[in-house]
């Protein structure tokens, strides 16, 4: 099941809001694979979408901590064998994109990790 979410900025709500850029909508789409949640709802029901502690933490740390571990590894080793600050600098940036190519590539096991459910 796919679950449209709705997500606004705090200030959506403002009088002013059509002639801000603050304000912002954007539509998101949840997929939801819990049969037993999927089977009490229709189509246009109103739900609630809840993701436990668990697979948020994992979530923020393939997301943000990991990378950020090997960003700084990266720049500290480098850093100490050439002693070149931008060479350290570039080589810890560019890490960064075999790393988030090896998770764009297990997106599909990683998606029945992070799972959803309807409350």
Avoid: N, W
Wanted: neutral net charge; contains cysteine.
């Amino acid at each position: 099941m796919k679950v449209r979410i709705m997500q606004t900025s705090a200030c959506s709500g403002c009088k002013i809001s059509a002639h801000c850029s603050a304000s912002d909508t954007k539509e998101k789409l949840v997929e939801i694979y819990d049969k037993v949640s999927i089977a009490q709802h229709v189509a246009g029901d109103s739900v609630v979408v809840v993701a436990s502690y668990q697979t948020a933490l994992q979530a923020v740390l393939v997301g943000f901590v990991y990378p950020f571990i090997v960003l700084v590894a990266t720049l500290v080793i480098i850093l100490q064998v050439s002693g070149d600050e931008v060479l350290a600098a570039l080589s810890s940036l560019g890490i960064l994109i075999p790393y988030y190519f090896i998770v764009f590539l297990m997106r599909e096991k990683l998606r029945q990790k992070f799972t959803f459910t309807l409350e």
